[in-house]
């Protein structure tokens, strides 16, 4: 069994290119990151990074009273300074201000001035923290809240999951008489149609983490990831969460539901180039089946209340639905379904031959 399992990964991976798309799919995916809106548009400059480290470090993590009072304390001072300098340039403009009050006033407002721009950014998150956020955490959350907008559909992975049903389900039909030498073996009868369906868990599991790493790298590269540990609502992004999770805990919800999600696409793929004996049909049926429920539900949240894999693929608003547990749980059974029909398909054509 663990042989069959190998010998088709073989050939998938390295008989069809898997490696290469895996390759070619892990470069582009880093690219897409690095170039998305949500990373070009938060990014900061050092002066930026520098006083929100100094702030996260100070304050950061579960509030409390005195963090509280700090925060609200440092706003005052720089709002302060800042109706000093204002006062100060007026009196300059009306020429009431020796040149010596002017540098003194300057050297003393300036410190916390140039700072009014990012504080508020800070207080922002502040706010969020104190007074939507459910008990989460004072948390710098931008890396979070890039990668969780990144949970939605992936065409190009999309492709893959796509390829890798057909291709592992159709290794064999490009060699004339070879599936029916197979179906006469030992092997070939009771253990390739198990050992193709363990293959696609398999690949369905490397293209997620494919994915997963590529899309942490191309975050990280302007990104810190940090307070990992804290509340899922920490992130406004997922402040209707329904699960008291980490933020980490939460992610790998999401990993695991989008991993489902191509296992489920996978065995649709494949059940269609079995029945059907075409790789190209299974891919072309699998794929227009995928657009057309894409471009009539796509633009609307109908899409998330439907078990068809490309709704689960955008994991962040698939899992902010209340009707998703319900939704996984029929994708599972019609997933059973498709085995269970192909394996029938399978044993009749043994018998029949």
Not at 126 to 145: D, T
Request: some cysteine; glycine content about 6%; aromatic content about 16%.
């Amino acid at each position: 069994m663990i042989r069959c399992i190998g010998y088709e990964l073989y050939k998938f991976m390295v008989q069809k290119k898997g490696i290469l798309i895996f390759v070619v799919y892990f470069i582009f995916k880093i690219i897409s990151v690095v170039t998305s809106p949500g990373v070009q548009h938060n990014k900061e400059n050092i002066r930026q990074k520098m006083y929100m480290d100094i702030y996260y470090s100070r304050w950061g993590g579960e509030l409390d009273s005195q963090k509280n009072s700090e925060i609200e304390n440092m706003l005052v001072q720089i709002q302060n300074a800042q109706n000093k300098y204002d006062d100060m340039m007026s009196k300059k403009v009306n020429g009431e201000l020796l040149t010596e009050e002017y540098m003194e006033v300057t050297n003393e407002t300036f410190p916390l001035i140039q700072q009014s721009t990012i504080f508020e950014q800070f207080y922002k998150s502040y706010s969020y923290c104190k007074n939507e956020s459910n008990g989460g955490w004072l948390i710098k959350a931008n890396a979070w809240q890039i990668l969780f907008g990144l949970q939605k559909i992936d065409y190009v992975l999309t492709i893959i999951a796509i390829l890798a049903g057909t291709m592992i389900f159709s290794s064999e039909f490009g060699y004339r008489g070879l599936e029916e030498i197979i179906k006469t073996t030992h092997y070939g009868k009771n253990y390739i149609l198990l050992s193709k369906i363990v293959c696609l868990i398999i690949v369905s599991f490397l293209v997620e983490m494919i994915s997963v790493v590529a899309e942490f790298t191309g975050v990280a590269v302007f990104f810190d990831f940090t307070f990992a540990n804290a509340p899922i609502r920490s992130v406004p992004s997922m402040k209707n969460f329904k699960y008291d999770l980490t933020i980490v805990g939460a992610f790998v919800i999401l990993f695991l539901v989008r991993l489902f999600a191509l296992f489920y696409l996978e065995i649709i793929a494949a059940f269609l180039t079995e029945l059907t004996k075409k790789s190209y049909l299974g891919f072309v049926l699998t794929f227009f089946s995928i657009l057309l429920l894409d471009f009539i539900f796509g633009k609307s949240n109908d899409v998330y209340k439907m078990p068809y894999p490309v709704s689960m693929m955008q994991t962040k608003g698939f899992m902010l639905t209340s009707e998703h547990i319900y939704i996984l749980m029929t994708a599972f059974l019609i997933c059973i379904c498709l085995i269970v029909i192909m394996v029938i398909h399978y044993m009749r054509e043994i018998n029949y031959e």
